[in-house]
């Protein structure tokens, strides 16, 4: 079993930063396309940003500026740096991998980490 374990949420105000983590077994960073998503009460769970093995990012319209996904493959270790947090961007965030297998997708997933934007 896979193991993803996400870290660094908290409560931050309004326009503060964190900084969320992510970290998993060596093969995982090897090879797998990993990425961010979030879920807020009540509502789906949305990708956030993604990166590939090689580097390249993709981020959702909402944070592009503001966010910023980045992995040390060596650490095994992603990273999330979220700045400028509003308040609706409270939520559960995920750490999710996934590869591309003959039979379809091979994904895995964190248990989550809480972010809480308030005053």
């Known amino acids: 079993q896979v ?16 900084r969320l983590s992510c970290s998993g ?3 995982i960073f090897r090879s797998y396309e990993m990425a961010w998503y979030r879920q807020a009460p009540g ?9 590939t093995s090689g580097g390249v990012t993709n981020y959702a319209d909402s944070v592009k500026g ?7 493959n060596p650490k095994t270790t992603m990273y ?3 700045n400028s947090l509003e308040p609706e961007e409270t939520a559960v965030y995920y750490c999710n991998a996934k590869f591309l297998v003959p039979s379809g997708v ?14």
Request: glycine share 14%; no cysteine; proline share 4%.
């Open 3 to 18: 193991q993803l374990v996400e870290s660094g949420g908290g409560l931050v105000q309004p326009g503060g930063s964190l």
């Open 25 to 27: 077994p060596m093969h």
């Open 43 to 51: 509502k789906q769970r949305d990708l956030v940003a993604s990166i």
């Open 66 to 72: 503001r966010f910023t996904i980045s992995r040390d």
């Open 80 to 82: 999330q740096q979220m």
């Open 106 to 119: 091979e994904e895995y997933w964190g248990e989550g980490t809480q972010v809480t934007v308030s005053s």
